[in-house]
């Protein structure tokens, strides 16, 4: 059974065993797929346990796609990963791209409202 984005838990923070269950990926691959992938990279919590969030999940499941159902290599994967990085905005490009819109419509209001 394929895990899918909507299937995955509503909760802010996944233990690696947690996430080892839900992907159905060995702890020490996952541990391994760190060191490969720099985009996966869980918080620590004070005890120094991995703490992934839902995006991290996300890129464990697309990396688990393409290493094993697409049959891409190790670097293969990191350069289609990175490919894809470029040539989409990243969140923050986003986030910016609308408070900038918000910014016009309250200006073109707040310039309605006192005329």
């Known amino acids: 059974m394929q895990l899918t984005d909507s299937k995955i838990p ?4 996944f233990r690696i065993g947690e996430v080892s269950a839900l992907t159905s ?4 691959v996952l541990r391994y797929w760190e060191t ?3 985009k996966i990279k869980p918080a620590r919590s ?5 703490l992934y969030k839902r995006r991290d999940i996300e890129t ?4 688990k796609d393409l290493l094993y159902q697409k049959k891409f ?3 293969g994967a990191k350069k289609h990963l990175q490919q894809e990085k470029a040539s ?4 923050d490009d986003s986030q910016r791209l609308m408070l900038e819109q ?4 309250l200006i073109t209001i707040r310039d309605l409202l006192n005329k």
């Open 10 to 13: 509503e909760k802010r923070y």
């Open 46 to 50: 004070s005890s120094g346990q991995r």
């Open 36 to 38: 490969e992938f720099p």
């Open 25 to 28: 990926i060995e702890s020490y």
């Open 73 to 75: 290599t190790i670097a």
């Open 88 to 91: 989409k905005p990243s969140d």
């Open 102 to 105: 918000v910014r016009e419509e």
């Open 60 to 63: 464990i499941l697309q990396i």
